[in-house]
């Protein structure tokens, strides 16, 4: 047992360098390299940081549902805790998309929020995890929870789909994606801007993976807690 | 295949005679479901805007609504005085419990919805009539797709504490694609369109269905467990 805590007690300090590294060069980027856009103005920024998250909310809610399957199917608790880990991190990414597209539409739409395809699913997204948060924070630690998790995991990841054609065919007014179009990658905006926001998607996604090892090495901490309780419990 | 059929109505059956004799769920689903369009009347300003535009909304809200009093109490009922021990107990495949109970849902509501929409069509002033055919294959569609993952839901939420508040919150945001494609559909079949020109929404909504059925099957193995 000591050896698998020795594992848990070595913090990722090369994946934290790195991390930090990515958000550095990120940084400058936006804020340095990048030139102003022309017609939207400095409001643009939000973009490098918008568009990051919104990939990272997406990417952890695959994982989550890749890990609810994993579990159903193995029933290890390791996949619990990456699921549960990832779900945590997606609500704090795709609250980040709700929070910075509203601060760019005020100044270029006008208004806060509009009813279109893109940021109703995103807000019905975010409503689907919270509640999957609240199942695991309403329900005791166990296999019970573990597996009402997953199974909302895999029901809301395979809602996705139905629910952005149910509001896209309801009403779309969102800027077309510029940096994946129909004529190829990268051709939509500025050679800069494409270099900036592969810059600033790289360094989310290494803040993902940091986020990720801490959360889990957190969860698994807990449980070693837990362990070492009832084993004191049990020996007086 | 003709065992599992006789299981799954010996579900139903038990289901309904449950119903006969309590008389508890189906009376205040209906009134529920009046209720709420009564809300709703009272919010909008029918001589503003047209009763064909916000109708169906309000008409599915209410469905929805209702819907939700029904699945609450459908796996609730089962958990009082051990029912779903002995229905776990018995030999039959966890599927079959599913889709026992997912029909008795389907046909409480449908019974439901038949009372209800003379009611909406009263309210509303608007004509049903001429157009009863589409108009009974949506609502069929849409409230197989909301019995297909309420029951689902309703089978895990039944075990948790704070059963009543957690379904809904789970059950909403996973609604969504039969909330907007239902009132959508329900819309243009007042106003006179027929289900050919709509297709991609039938077809979502049908995809929604077999999604969440084959979903269930799959996972109500884990939830019905212990």
Known sequence: MSDASQETDSPGYGLMGLAGAGILAAMGAIFIYVPTEKTEGVVQRIMYFHVPSAWIAFFAFFIVFLCSILYLWKKEREWDIYAHASAEIGIVFCSLVLITGPLWAKPIWGVWWVWDARLTSTLVLWLIYVAYLMLRGQSEAGSTRAKYAAVIGIVGFLDIPLIHFSVLWWRTFHPDPKFITTQGLGTGNDASMNITLLVAVGAFTLLYFLLMSLRVRLERMKDEIDRIKKERLYSH | ?226
């Open chain 2, 1 to 226: 295949m003709n065992l599992y059929l006789s299981q799954v109505m010996a579900i139903i059956r038990k289901d309904f005679v449950t119903e006969f004799k309590t008389r508890e769920l189906f009376s205040s689903m209906f009134v529920f479901a009046v209720l709420v369009m009564l809300i709703f009347i009272f919010s909008i300003n029918l001589s503003v805007v047209k009763a064909n535009q916000v109708g169906p909304g309000v008409l599915w809200v209410a469905i929805l609504f209702a819907g939700t009093l029904g699945l609450n109490r459908s796996f609730t009922l089962e958990k009082e005085n051990g029912c779903l021990q002995g229905l776990m107990l018995a030999p039959v495949d966890r599927s079959a419990i599913f889709f026992g109970k997912m029909l008795s849902n389907l046909a409480f509501l449908l019974i439901m919805e038949a009372f209800l929409l003379p009611v909406f069509m009263i309210f509303f002033n608007v004509e049903l009539g001429s157009h009863w055919a589409p108009l009974l294959a949506v609502i069929l569609m849409g409230t197989l797709g909301f019995s297909a993952l309420g029951t689902l839901l309703s089978s895990l939420s039944s075990n948790l504490k704070t059963r009543e508040i957690m379904l809904p919150i789970l059950l909403y945001p996973l609604m969504v694609p039969i909330a907007i494609g239902s009132v959508r559909l329900t819309g243009q079949i007042l106003d006179g369109k027929s289900l050919a020109d709509m297709m991609n929404w039938v077809g979502l909504i049908l995809c929604f269905d077999i999604i969440f059925i084959s979903a269930s099957i799959m996972t109500i193995d884990h939830i019905l467990e212990e």
